[in-house]
């Protein structure tokens, strides 16, 4: 079986206290973190296990909050990095951990999602971490949210980030764009466009409950982060029979990590290889490339 799976745990604490995040500068309980190892390290011996040979398995840790500032998320990732039947294991993190426990992973199957925060981190620390993960070799995507004081940080980082480095940029949770300020950030990512405007999804076809799941803590299986109806528990594997096509209950879908995912959109063959990761198989993805534009 091939499986793409979203894994979220209990932690929900972050270091850097952005404005518009809700999970800011949060501190979860010495029990809650006790909790979220335990989880995770479940999760990791499962997916290590030797029932796991016959599938094929990909896996992005999602956390709320910051998984890489806490040891288990690194030893998870090295884990897992080195299992033959994982093809990818990547993670979204805003990089403010060291980077030199990648020398014991694996870099042909560990892959980084890293935010830039401006305010949040110096800009040359976090461009020192991003160029040592290319000289590590060290697959990896740099973005920024689109919020109008960014854009000149975002810029900087286009004009530093070793040229392979793609920067993508997230349409700013209800900020609305004129094509004015729209065009200076899709110069930036050619790819804004699909993260501008929510994608109509009602009733359309999406990968997610057949080939790509959600998982939480508990080891409850649900099609995405974004739909609750369970299909299952991952440990008991009454998640398999559940698996299956379906289409999309919810009006729209304005996160890439759940619009990717939709069969209408032609983003699996733009990120072939790097769908977890947000890395596009052409280094510098452009507007032509696309075969379909995205629907406001």
């Known amino acids: 079986m091939d499986l793409t799976i979203l894994y979220r745990g209990p932690l929900a604490s972050c270091d850097y206290d952005c404005p518009y995040c809700p999970f800011a500068k949060r501190r979860d309980t010495p029990g809650r973190l006790r909790a979220d190892r335990a989880a995770l390290e479940r999760f990791t011996g499962w997916a290590a296990g030797p029932a796991r040979t016959g599938d ?117 949770e209800g900020h609305t764009y004129t094509d004015e300020e729209a065009a200076a950030w899709t110069a930036l990512d050619p790819l804004f466009p699909y993260s501008r405007h929510p994608h109509r999804s009602a009733g359309l076809p999406c990968r997610t409950g057949e080939s790509v799941v959600s998982v939480d803590g508990d080891g409850t299986v649900r099609r995405c982060h974004f739909v609750r109806t369970e299909l299952g528990n991952l440990y008991d594997g009454s998640y398999r029979a559940a698996l299956a096509p379906r289409p999309c209950p919810l009006s729209v879908c304005d996160c890439h990590i759940g619009y990717v995912h939709l069969e209408t959109l032609p983003l699996y063959d733009v990120f072939a290889g790097g769908v977890l990761e947000r890395i596009p198989a052409a280094p510098e993805p452009t507007p032509l490339t696309l075969s379909r534009r995205p629907a406001p």
Do not use: M
Request: charged share 20%; proline share 6%; net charge positive.
């Open 56 to 172: 094929r398995l990909s896996v992005l840790f999602t956390p709320w909050g910051e998984g890489l500032v806490r040891s288990w998320y690194r030893r998870a990732l090295v884990e897992l990095s080195h299992q033959p039947h994982v093809e990818r294991v990547a993670i979204q993190t805003n990089l403010s951990c060291r980077t030199d426990w990648l020398a014991e992973a694996d870099p042909a199957t560990v892959a980084l999602w890293c935010t830039y925060h401006p305010g949040q981190t110096p800009y040359e620390r976090f461009l020192a971490k991003v160029r040592d993960l290319a000289d590590r070799g060290v697959r990896h995507s740099v973005g920024i949210v689109g919020l109008p004081g960014n854009l000149a940080h975002a810029r900087r980082l286009r004009a530093e980030l070793p040229g392979h480095v793609y920067l993508w940029v997230n349409a700013a």
